[in-house]
């Protein structure tokens, strides 16, 4: 089966509004940014911990790990994860790390995902 390139005409619209598309300007930083925390949400585990973080106010890595079957050192690179995506914060108390959701920019994110939907 052979194909062929057809030309690229669009009907749909007119020449305005493919002007305004073609020149659309994308905030390339923004988008860099969403993509890391949505890329971050993409994870059973993590969508866990951000379930079980927001039931409480903080909660200590140790407590955070109770919940899985699965070793610290994973959950703390999920919370890593996490950190980087700037969804959850970490306080240090003493030796332990003690994490929380950051209501804020998950209020952002998914106001802005709505918007675009």
């Not at 860099?32 to 039931?55: H, M, T, V």
Request: include cysteine; glycine fraction near 4%; proline fraction near 2%.
């Amino acid at each position: 089966m052979t194909t062929r390139a057809l030309p690229l005409t669009r009907s749909c619209c007119d020449v305005d509004c493919m002007s305004e598309v073609a020149s659309t300007k994308f905030d390339e930083a923004a988008i860099s940014q969403r993509s890391g925390q949505f890329n971050a949400l993409g994870d059973e585990i993590r969508l866990k911990i951000l379930q079980l973080l927001a039931r409480h106010e903080a909660l200590c890595v140790c407590e955070i790990q109770e919940a899985f079957d699965v070793g610290q050192p994973t959950i703390s690179h999920h919370l890593k994860l996490l950190r980087d995506a700037d969804l959850v914060d970490v306080e240090r108390r003493g030796t332990w790390a003690y994490y929380s959701l950051r209501r804020d920019t998950l209020k952002a994110l998914m106001q802005e995902l709505v918007t675009v939907l």
